[in-house]
């Protein structure tokens, strides 16, 4: 049996069968420590599959909106006082494209 990524050419592992009846795991980029599986395989997850998977969990930890920032802003634009400055917030999102492009190239 082959796993793969659906992009095609990346081989996620492949298993092959062991004279003990054990399939052998056969991994790529995978971290050092292999659990033992319910059903006896060895499994071991990458370092960057167990980032992405904390970082799932922060941002599924997080409430999915400020509903009193909401509310705010909403009371606002019924009354028509609703005004930001277009200029401040070109500044912010510049900054903060230049802050992700520093992370990306620092991660390197």
Request: no cysteine.
């Amino acid at each position: 049996m082959r796993i793969s990524r659906r992009s095609g050419s990346n081989s996620v592992g492949q298993t092959s069968g062991v004279g003990n009846g054990r399939p052998k795991v056969d991994r790529a980029d995978t971290a050092p420590a292999p659990e033992a599986g319910a059903d006896g395989l060895e499994v071991s997850i990458s370092a960057k599959a167990t980032e992405v998977a904390d970082a799932r969990a922060a941002v599924e930890a997080m409430p999915d909106t400020r509903i009193d920032r909401v509310q705010a802003i909403q009371v606002e634009v019924v009354e028509g006082s609703y005004h930001r400055d277009s200029q401040v917030i070109a500044k912010k999102m510049v900054d903060e494209s230049l802050r992700e492009s520093l992370r990306s190239r620092s991660d390197r």
